[in-house]
């Protein structure tokens, strides 16, 4: 069972990069979050089951996940507009 929602949380992450980058932030940020809810899932299935290469898989695909989503941010304002706009 554990396997099949890191694999779940997986797909989640991936559907809301895809509907991040298609500047659907609300459908992004849901997804995201049952994401993490499927990854939480798992974290209480591998300490549950004491298994140590579910517990490094999923350690593994959060870091993925935390990754994917830096990668698919859009960068903020360059810190001299900032500074330009504020004079």
């Known amino acids: 069972m554990t396997t099949w929602t890191l694999w779940l949380g997986a797909v989640l ?8 980058i298609k500047h659907q932030t609300v459908a992004a940020r849901v997804l995201w979050a049952l994401a993490v809810l499927a ?3 798992t974290g209480v299935g591998a300490v549950a089951e004491m298994s140590l290469p579910l517990a490094v ?7 993925a996940t935390v990754s994917l989503v830096v990668v ?3 960068p903020g304002k360059p ?7 504020a004079q």
């Open 39 to 41: 990854f939480v899932v």
């Open 57 to 63: 898989t999923l350690v593994v695909a959060i870091a």
């Open 13 to 20: 992450v991936v559907g809301g990069s895809v509907a991040h």
């Open 79 to 85: 810190a001299a507009t900032v500074r330009r706009g």
């Open 72 to 74: 698919t941010n859009k």
